[in-house]
């Protein structure tokens, strides 16, 4: 008689069993599905459930709706790679829902619009605690100032729209490379009008100040959401190779650039963009 037999099938058992438990207390913890989607820039009218931990996430279908190079896409696809959290990646707007623009994220049948609510919403989930008004302000200015004024100048250059095309591959990208030269006259005009945009030195001075003395900008020895948030924004322009990266960063001795380096090393296993 094998003496592991019993050990081996009641693991067996074990995980199947907790694998299931875990699977149902995922779907107990979903909340009603007539809960409307929030606007942009609106928070989650019913905010989801505390008890919803990375566990139960890992459980649920997740699914976003998001664009290859879009930035407010590639942060919250990060995210969900970083921390591993299955889902469904769907290319485009969401069909059927009013709110017509990306990222979207589904998690069973709630719907989150706008990055910066989605990251919000997700932080208590993914890291175990809600994001600090610090970290907050930070998110924020990143999601409308920095993300935007790095958009503005990138499409002022017909070079730099052919290197996003290029990322952005398929017809689309080809589309993008063909017309850089008229997207380059017109689109840095409209991009942020309005807004009062900082440069992206001035930005990089804000980040460069919340991080200070330490490793990461959640202020502990590994990164944050907010650090995979800043990050995620970051790459397209980062893979792209438009210089609004280098004059955030700053110059090679530089904490930002240190901080970026970092990430870096600590993000090499995530590829949101395929091989």
Partial sequence: RNPHRFSVVHF????????????E??????????????AEGEDLAVPLPREWDLEALREMQVTLYSGKISPPCCKIRFLLEFYQVPHTLVDGKKPGSTYQKIPVLDIGDRQI?????????LAPILQGRPLTLDELEI???????????AEKQTASSIQELCSCGALLGGCMGCLLRSSSCALSCVAPRKI?????????????DMLREHIGAGSFMGGGDKPSVLDVSVFGVLEPFNRAGCSCIDDLLGD??????????????ATAEVNIFGS
Avoid at 25 to 38: D, R, T
Avoid at 252 to 265: D, E, F, K, P, T
């Fill in 12 to 23: 067996g058992l074990a995980g199947l069993l907790s694998s299931t438990m875990a699977r």
């Fill in 139 to 149: 998110e924020r200015q990143v999601t409308f100032g920095l993300m935007v004024a």
């Fill in 252 to 265: 090679s001795g530089n904490a930002l650039r240190s901080w970026h380096n970092r990430m870096r090393a």
């Fill in 192 to 204: 942020g009008a309005g807004k009062d945009l900082r440069s992206m030195q001035e930005y990089g």
């Fill in 25 to 38: 207390a995922a779907g107990n913890l979903l909340p009603p599905s007539n809960v409307e989607p929030n």
């Fill in 113 to 121: 619009n706008d990055s910066f609510i989605i990251v919000k919403s």
